[in-house]
């Protein structure tokens, strides 16, 4: 049974920082595309950050500079390190493994609110 259950969300204040984290079970998980996609209300599911097998990353232009994503594959884990919040990145977000040959899988999501 494959799990991605993602922690580290919360209230956090304009300027203020927090560190997600995705832990993984069910999946050669160093095999994976790992990536934090965001989707506040009434908005589409939009991808954040993505570290492919190899260590490569991506960002979306809002978080260059302010996101770090990273991986574990000693813990099966990738985070997403999250500093200077503003008010817009206030959504819920959700992890995913990504396979050229398997199906993804979704984490449930975390709550992130950043108050002004």
């Known amino acids: 049974q494959v799990q991605l259950v993602e922690s580290g969300g919360g209230l956090v204040q304009a300027g203020g920082s927090l560190n997600l984290s995705c832990a993984a079970s069910g999946i050669s998980f160093s095999r994976y595309t790992m990536a934090w996609f965001r989707q506040a209300p009434g908005k589409q599911r939009e991808l954040v950050a993505a570290v492919t097998t190899s260590g490569s990353t991506n960002y979306a232009d809002s978080v260059k500079g302010r996101f770090t994503i990273s991986r574990d594959n000693a813990r099966n884990t990738v985070y997403l390190q999250m500093n200077s919040l503003k008010p817009e990145d206030t959504a819920v977000y959700y992890c995913?493994?990504?396979?050229?040959?398997?199906?993804?899988?979704w984490g449930q999501g975390t709550q992130v609110t950043v108050s002004s």
């Open positions: 995913k493994s990504e396979h050229p040959y398997f199906r993804d899988y």
